[in-house]
């Protein structure tokens, strides 16, 4: 049993910053990508950032200058370290991670995590 668990999220205002923090539990044996994504009321869920293995990220437009993911593959936990923080920024941010082995010869999964609120605002 994989579950993601985030932290982090909470009110702040514009300009500033917060970081979110992801921990991946159980059996684990790898995972090829982890990042976060988004939902803001009534928008579609959108890719905010990612991290492959080898370290690649990839970032929404939006965010790309403002917002830093990393990961910590020995404690299977990915960040994101979101600074400038704009109003829009405001929304419910997904632990995502893609191609999860619990095992050198198992299958690849993907999971979400629960999601943590992030508000921006004066």
């Known amino acids: 049993q994989v579950q993601l668990v985030e932290s982090g999220g909470g009110l702040v205002q514009p300009g500033g910053s917060l970081r979110l923090s992801c921990a991946a539990r159980g059996s684990i044996f790898s995972i090829y990508l982890m990042g976060w994504y988004r939902q803001a009321p009534g928008k579609q869920r959108e890719l905010v950032a990612t991290?492959?293995?080898?370290?690649?990220?990839k970032y929404a437009d939006s965010v790309f200058g403002r917002f830093t993911v990393s990961r910590d593959d020995d404690k299977k936990m990915v960040y994101l370290q979101m600074d400038s923080l704009k109003s829009e920024d405001a929304a419910v941010y997904y632990c995502?991670?893609?191609?999860?082995?619990?095992?050198?010869?198992?299958?690849?999964?993907?999971?979400w995590g629960q999601g943590t609120q992030v508000d921006v605002s004066s």
């Open positions: 991290m492959t293995k080898s370290g690649t990220a």
């Open positions: 995502y991670v893609e191609g999860l082995l619990t095992s050198s010869w198992g299958e690849e999964h993907d999971y």
